[in-house]
């Protein structure tokens, strides 16, 4: 999430840019407008600690990489997935047809308005039909 604490977004044009996973690491961080410490105020180690600021350097130079859980607490804390698309494109994906899964409130969501709409156009029929009747 960016400073705000919106989501925010990254083309793939700017992940397919990045030459490294590092670079990938620096990309996510740079979109959401966040320092490395503000990012690292986020992220732990197995022993709960929050990784300090020689961790992020030897991510983003490659000396190190972090694990499973310090990666998804990279992204959230920056609102996108860089690093994963990244991994994705260097491993030959095209991540331009990727796409996420429906959440369960973004089905409910596209229901409510499925439904809003189909109300909408039946509606629409009875004031049309209403209209007619009064005209004859």
Known sequence: MNQLGFPTQVTHTEITR???????ME?????AGL???QVLDHV???E???VDKSGWTNWKDGAAAPKWPQLVEVMDACGNDAPLLWQLHDRGYDI???????TELEKELRIAR???ARERSERAIERRLFTELRAA
């Open 18 to 24: 990045c030459a490294s996973f590092g670079e990938a």
């Open 27 to 31: 990309l996510c961080r740079k979109v």
């Open 35 to 37: 320092e490395p410490k």
């Open 44 to 46: 732990h180690t197995s």
């Open 48 to 50: 709960g600690k929050t």
């Open 96 to 102: 331009a047809s990727l796409r996420r899964k429906e």
């Open 114 to 116: 499925e439904e809003l």
